[in-house]
């Protein structure tokens, strides 16, 4: 059984938390009352069938029986698919649309697979207190990072470096911003910096910025919370600009 389905929030947390570094997740959520979900789920069967397992995990989700998981991804409709790496939101597609499903699996899958062979997942540990950076982020050198912190700003058009998710903010700053584009409706992927500690400390010099939040906004730097929340008195359509 190549695509998943799930059955429990925990099963959920456990399948996309262990073992899930530089593998590709990708997020079905389905409902048995739309037809267009009967049509993709077929198309999901056919191409997990062929893709590298160690490379993907398919994971189906009915949206009716795991209302808390779809609120966590805000689904408003079906069929949705959200693909993650590296705990970051890379895409999502709404919708039946087989071609743009398979493009995406394509290109993000590819992207996995020479991660994995070469660089490191993030740490396991999200608990704010812990600070030791591990073995293999000591191996990582500067070109290494920086070449991984290039990928990662770019991950999304909008990416928000933060301490924990926008789910489970770890940091008051954090859950700002993270309020700030939810009530903009601005769809972004995100980083939680305290996961990997290289990234935490290695984006301050990347970016030249101190602290976080920071959010990139098409690969380019944009500001912390108080620049975002400046930006947006000046210009009410910030980020419809920033975006373009
Ligand atoms: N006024 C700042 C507030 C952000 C801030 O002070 N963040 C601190 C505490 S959460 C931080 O990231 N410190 C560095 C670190 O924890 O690595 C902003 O506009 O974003």
């Given at each position: 059984m190549t695509v998943v389905e799930i059955k429990s929030q925990d099963q959920f947390t456990q399948l996309t938390t262990t073992n899930a570094a530089n593998k590709l997740i990708v997020l079905y959520f389905k409902a048995q009352?739309?037809?267009p979900c009967k049509s993709m789920s077929q198309v999901l069967e056919a191409v997990s069938e062929k893709v590298r397992q160690e490379d993907v995990r398919f994971l189906s989700i009915d949206a009716d029986k795991h209302p808390e998981i779809s609120d966590l991804f805000e689904i408003?409709?079906?069929?949705y698919f959200v693909f993650i790496q590296n705990g970051t939101i890379v895409k999502e597609i709404s919708g039946a649309d087989p071609k743009e499903f398979v493009k995406s699996l394509e290109i993000l899958s590819n992207a996995s697979a020479s991660l994995a062979n070469n660089a490191k997942g993030p740490k396991s540990t999200s608990d704010e207190e812990s600070s030791g950076s591990s073995d293999d982020e000591e191996d990582e050198t500067e070109e290494e990072i920086n070449a991984r912190l290039m990928k990662l700003v770019q991950a999304a058009p909008v990416m928000l470096f933060m301490k924990?998710?926008?789910?489970?903010?770890?940091?008051g700053f954090s859950r700002q911003l993270v309020g700030i584009l939810r009530e903009h409706q601005i769809r972004f992927g995100f980083f939680d910096i305290l996961r990997d500690e290289n990234v935490r400390q290695s984006l301050k010099k990347f970016s030249d910025w101190p602290t976080f939040p920071q959010l990139y906004i098409n690969g380019e730097f944009q500001g912390g919370l108080d620049i975002i929340k400046e930006s947006i008195e000046e210009d009410p359509e910030y980020f419809q600009h920033a975006l373009q």
């Amino acid at each position: 059984m190549t695509v998943v389905e799930i059955k429990s929030q925990d099963q959920f947390t456990q399948l996309t938390t262990t073992n899930a570094a530089n593998k590709l997740i990708v997020l079905y959520f389905k409902a048995q009352w739309a037809d267009p979900c009967k049509s993709m789920s077929q198309v999901l069967e056919a191409v997990s069938e062929k893709v590298r397992q160690e490379d993907v995990r398919f994971l189906s989700i009915d949206a009716d029986k795991h209302p808390e998981i779809s609120d966590l991804f805000e689904i408003a409709a079906v069929p949705y698919f959200v693909f993650i790496q590296n705990g970051t939101i890379v895409k999502e597609i709404s919708g039946a649309d087989p071609k743009e499903f398979v493009k995406s699996l394509e290109i993000l899958s590819n992207a996995s697979a020479s991660l994995a062979n070469n660089a490191k997942g993030p740490k396991s540990t999200s608990d704010e207190e812990s600070s030791g950076s591990s073995d293999d982020e000591e191996d990582e050198t500067e070109e290494e990072i920086n070449a991984r912190l290039m990928k990662l700003v770019q991950a999304a058009p909008v990416m928000l470096f933060m301490k924990g998710s926008p789910s489970e903010p770890k940091c008051g700053f954090s859950r700002q911003l993270v309020g700030i584009l939810r009530e903009h409706q601005i769809r972004f992927g995100f980083f939680d910096i305290l996961r990997d500690e290289n990234v935490r400390q290695s984006l301050k010099k990347f970016s030249d910025w101190p602290t976080f939040p920071q959010l990139y906004i098409n690969g380019e730097f944009q500001g912390g919370l108080d620049i975002i929340k400046e930006s947006i008195e000046e210009d009410p359509e910030y980020f419809q600009h920033a975006l373009q």
